[in-house]
C-alpha cells in the first residue's frame, strides 16, 4: 500500500503562457533541471512508463508548463528544462517569462523537485531554480540523478559538493537518484506521499 497508485497518471495538458497555468485543490508538485538531466526520464520512472513524458524532445519546443494528474490525489507539473547552450535569446526570454510567472504567482504550486546531474557540480542555472524554490518558502527536494555514472568512491564527495554549491539547508532533502536503474525511486515516491 503506497496511497498513491503511480500507474493511474495521465497528461492533463500544457501551458504555453501564465494565463494557462492550471490551478487545483490537489498539490500541485512542480519538476524542475536543466535540459539533458534526465527529467523525463525520472517522472516516467517515477510512473514505470518509457513514454510517459518524453525523453530527448528538441529544445526549444518544450517551453511550455505539463501537468500530469497521478490517481486522482496530486499532480505532477514538468517545467521547462533550461540551460540547454544553442537555444536562442528569444527562447530563453520566453523561459524565463514564464517560470517568472510561475514563481511569482500564488497557487501554482505546493511543492518543488529539483533535478540535477549527480556527476557534476550544479551550474549557475541550477543555483538560480534552488534560490526560485528556496525563496518561494514551499519545500522542496533535490535529487541527483545519473547516480550509476558514478563509482561507489565517488557518491559522498559528489553529494556534498551539490549540497555546498545550492546551499541546502539540513531540512532539504538530497536523494542520490537513477532514472536508469531506479534507485531513488522509494526515497522520491515516500517524500511525495507525505505531501498528500
Ligand atoms: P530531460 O531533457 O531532462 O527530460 O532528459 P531526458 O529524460 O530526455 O534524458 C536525457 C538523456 O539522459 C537521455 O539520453 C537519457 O537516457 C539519459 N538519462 C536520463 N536519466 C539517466 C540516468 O539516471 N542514468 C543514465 N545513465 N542516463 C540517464
Redesign the pocket.
Known sequence: MTGLNLNRAEFIRSAAAPKQFLRSSLPKVAFA?R????????INRLVNRRQF?K???TPGKTIHVNYFDIDGKLWLVDLP?YGFAKVSQEERDRWAKLMESFFAEDGTFDAGVLIVDARHKPTADDVRMAEYFKRSGRAFVVLA?????LKKSEIDPAMALIRETLRLTEGTELIP?????GDGREDLLGWLLRLL
Open positions: 533541471g535540459s539533458n538531466v534526465g527529467k523525463s526520464s525520472v513524458a525523453v530527448g524532445a528544462g540523478n545519473k547516480l550509476d555514472k537518484f537513477s532514472a536508469e536503474k
